[in-house]
């Protein structure tokens, strides 16, 4: 399985999202968060055909990256990839994320998390843009360039948002 092959080797110590945060006291914990992220070796995304609709896990992955994580330090496994059609699946979520459509159990979470990546990137598509070449880059998934695709980066010179007065919303 999956977490098998990760497990193997050396001993793993782990902190757990749901089994570490008060999920009663989500507020309190979401604080905390960079702070616990921030001191992990290495970040471990379980993809599964449902990980890109779940809100939280993407922003997880956000905060990491925007501590001071890096690329390299990010593992990521399919889930459930044995079957063709599960890893097609997995594949698709990830080339269509789009953060405007994800969800939290909590629909203020997911209003609050929102905003979170609207004030980092001033819409969401420059983080879709991130998010999906982290996930095309770790599962090897080719994709064609479209007409114009800007790079954009988790650092606060060049992550490319554009002053209040320059954005256009529609």
């Not at 001993?11 to 702070?35: E, F, G, V």
């Not at 997880?60 to 063709?84: H, I, Q, W």
Request: with cysteine; glycine share 8%.
């Amino acid at each position: 399985s999956t977490l098998q092959a990760w497990a193997a080797g050396a001993p793993k110590r782990i902190w757990l999202d749901k089994a570490c945060i008060n999920q009663s006291d989500i507020d309190a914990n979401l604080q905390a968060l960079p702070i616990f992220l921030s001191g992990c070796k290495h970040l471990v995304v379980l993809l599964g055909p449902t990980y890109t609709s779940r809100l939280w896990c993407v922003v997880e992955l956000f905060v990491f990256l925007r501590m001071g994580g890096e690329r390299e330090r990010l593992g990521v496994y399919e889930l459930d990839a044995s079957a063709a059609s599960d890893k097609a699946g997995a594949h698709a979520s990830v080339l269509a994320f789009d953060a405007s459509r994800a969800q939290c159990f909590l629909s203020r979470d997911r209003h609050h998390l929102l905003a979170v990546i609207e004030s980092g990137f001033g819409d969401c598509e420059p983080f879709n843009h991130i998010v999906r070449a982290i996930f095309c880059d770790a599962l090897g998934i080719e994709v064609k360039a479209g007409k114009e695709q800007k790079r954009w980066s988790l650092s606060r010179r060049a992550r490319g948002v554009r002053p209040a007065a320059e954005r256009v919303r529609v």
